[in-house]
Nanobody, 124 residues
């Protein structure tokens, strides 16, 4: 499984960005996909996750009502719409996939076994 992210960049506070991540290879056993972020000097934290089958979604408290995760199964693409961005949302955002695994909330690093290369989001 390969994951390729796009859509990061620089945005002013209050602005919006949309991240996308396309999965390729053997995607048939991907049960969940998520976005996790890492700010300088901090641990990687879960932001949002979605079950690719039932479309259940999970969000970190800090992004609830501002971010929306979605999945397009025709394109094997997970997207993260980020609105009302704050400086504390800055960091490297990683797309992740749980292949052959049953996840809980999808917000923990340990739940994923495939990762994208990351895309920088800067809110300033």
């Amino acid at each position: 499984v390969q994951l390729v992210e796009s859509g990061g960049g620089l945005v002013q506070p209050g602005g919006s960005l949309r991240l996308s991540c396309t999965a390729s290879g053997d995607t048939t056993k991907i049960n969940s996909m998520g976005w996790l972020r890492q700010a300088p000097g901090q641990q990687r934290e879960g932001v949002a996750a979605i079950y690719t089958g039932g479309r259940h979604t999970y969000y970190a408290d800090s992004v609830e009502d501002r971010f929306t995760i979605s999945f397009d199964d025709a394109k094997n693409t997970v997207s993260l719409q980020m609105n009302s961005l704050k400086p504390e949302d800055s960091g490297v955002y990683f797309c992740a996939a749980a292949y052959g695994r049953v996840v809980s909330s999808g917000l923990a690093n340990s739940e994923y076994n495939y990762w994208g290369q990351g895309t920088q989001v800067t809110v300033s």
